[in-house]
């Protein structure tokens, strides 16, 4: 059974980092991409970014409205996905979902999002 | 603002049909599959559709979708009162500043 579990977030003050994991099971972390979402309270699903598989260099995307500020990696002798924030401000609190990939390799994009985490809550305050 | 646009809402009876609506442009839904995730508050989404039309195993028949043009949607027959959720549509936006887009999601209630 595929399994995806979020961990790392809380409360962070404005102007911090924190770091969140997602921890895997069940499948072959390593031959897919994984990709990390955010819902706002009262908002909808907003994607953040994806990264690829080490066969595609790990190579990462990511929403053009983070201005960099959000970094994902991977240890695949783990099997974990990191979503790094920093300088976070009040509009990143959210709970923040991981999610494996269908990953489209001819279109170089991810297709759809067939597992996913039930999500670690981020509050961002002072 | 999303990307995508979804009415905030629906309802209907149990046993009846619902008609989920995503609208896009030549940008996204145009040019790419659509996906659709079931989402309970608290809990992980769900993939429902994947590739437009296509059920992953363990979905019930009654979710389907489709997409014409530059919109897509997903019915839901013989409507159950566990199928009250949010429900969102997304896909891939090729536009510069693109990505993965969702709709703002539909809240699905049965009365």
């Known amino acids: 059974e595929v399994q995806l579990v979020e961990s790392g977030g809380g409360l962070v003050q404005p102007g911090r980092s924190l770091r969140l994991s997602c921890t895997t099971s069940g499948f072959i972390f390593g031959d897919y991409a994984m990709s990390w979402f955010r819902q706002a309270p009262g908002r909808g699903l907003e994607w953040l970014g994806f990264i690829r598989s080490n066969a595609f260099d790990g190579t990462t995307d990511y929403a053009a409205s983070l201005q960099g500020r959000f970094t994902i990696s991977r240890d695949d002798s783990k099997g974990i996905a990191y979503l790094q924030m920093s300088s976070v401000t009040t509009d990143d609190t959210a709970v923040y979902f991981c999610s494996k990939v269908y990953y489209d390799y001819i279109g170089g994009i991810p297709s759809w999002f067939d597992s996913w985490g039930q999500g670690t809550l981020v509050t961002v305050s002072s | 603002q999303s990307v995508l646009t979804q009415s905030p809402s629906v309802s209907a009876a149990p046993g009846q049909e619902v008609t989920i609506a995503c609208s896009g442009s030549?940008?996204?839904?145009?040019?790419?599959?659509v996906s659709w995730y079931q989402h309970f508050p608290g809990t992980a989404p769900k993939l429902l559709i994947y590739d437009n039309d296509k059920r992953p195993s363990g979905i019930p028949h009654r979710f389907s979708g489709s997409k014409s043009g530059t919109s897509a949607t997903l019915v839901i027959t013989g409507l159950q009162t566990g199928d009250e959720a949010d429900y969102y549509c997304?896909?891939?936006?090729?536009?510069?500043?693109?990505?993965?887009?969702f709709g703002g999601g539909t809240k699905v209630t049965v009365v």
């Open positions: 030549s940008s996204n839904i145009g040019n790419n599959h």
């Open positions: 997304g896909t891939w936006d090729n536009s510069p500043s693109g990505g993965v887009v």
